[in-house]
């Protein structure tokens, strides 16, 4: 198993509609864990934080499931300037951090 | 305005030839970190610095070299770049370790001749 896997996409997905993504990971001694935004070409942003106790910030939710080891994204009422590659990010613990390969999502008008 | 900065944005090179990439950041971050990405392998880390003085190897370390002379700069050295060094290069920062948010710079789009 990779050590964090993400569905490379693309997601072409409604301008309005919730969009999902899943992200999981190898390690279930796992520490912490992100997701970063990325537009092309440009450097990586913090979306989220992901907590045990799930994570909600307007539009957009993470979740954590250890026993499952995955993360998750989900983006309600999404708009055209959601279109970007979304990356799963991992402390493995002893500061080995793995991002993933990304997600991308395009929002068609 | 808080940031991490890069130099060069773009540099066109030759087998052999050293260079250095120059990272440097303002938020008095002591954890930072070299990342390189490219198509189809994502970001992977090269090296790593927890403190002034202290680096250490990331994930695909091997022929780069890094200092952390002063808490603020974290250089990344080439000394004989090779075409498969031809990647986008990232410098990010954090407040104190890989657990907390890291801050990236813009890249460095670096091709190896």
């Known amino acids: 198993r990779k050590e964090v896997e993400q569905d490379p996409g693309p997601f072409n997905v409604p301008e309005g509609a919730t969009v999902a993504f899943n992200c999981t990971y190898s390690?279930?001694?796992?520490?912490?864990f992100f997701w970063y935004r990325q537009d092309c070409r440009k450097e990586p942003k913090l979306l989220m934080s992901v907590y045990s106790s799930g994570n909600e910030d307007g539009r957009f939710t993470a979740q954590l499931n250890r026993a499952s080891q995955y993360i998750s994204l989900l983006i309600r009422d999404s708009k055209l300037s959601d279109s970007a590659t979304y990356l799963c990010v991992v402390n493995m613990g002893d500061d080995k951090i793995i991002f993933g390969k990304g997600t991308r999502l395009h929002i068609l008008p | 305005e808080a940031q991490v900065t890069q130099n060069p944005r773009y540099l066109i090179t030759v087998t052999g030839k050293k260079l250095t990439v120059t990272c440097s950041q303002n938020?008095?971050?002591?954890?930072m970190s070299w990342y390189r990405q490219d198509p189809g392998l994502g970001l992977r880390q090269i090296y790593y610095s927890m403190n002034v003085e202290v680096t250490d190897k990331g994930d695909v370390p091997e022929g780069y070299k890094v200092s952390r002379k002063e808490k603020r700069n974290f250089p990344l050295i080439l000394e004989s770049p090779s075409p498969n060094q031809t990647s986008l290069y990232f410098c990010a920062s954090s407040l104190s370790s890989s657990y907390n948010e890291q801050f990236f710079g813009p890249g460095t789009r670096l091709t190896v001749l």
């Open positions: 938020m008095n971050h002591e954890y």
């Open positions: 390690n279930s001694a796992s520490q912490s």
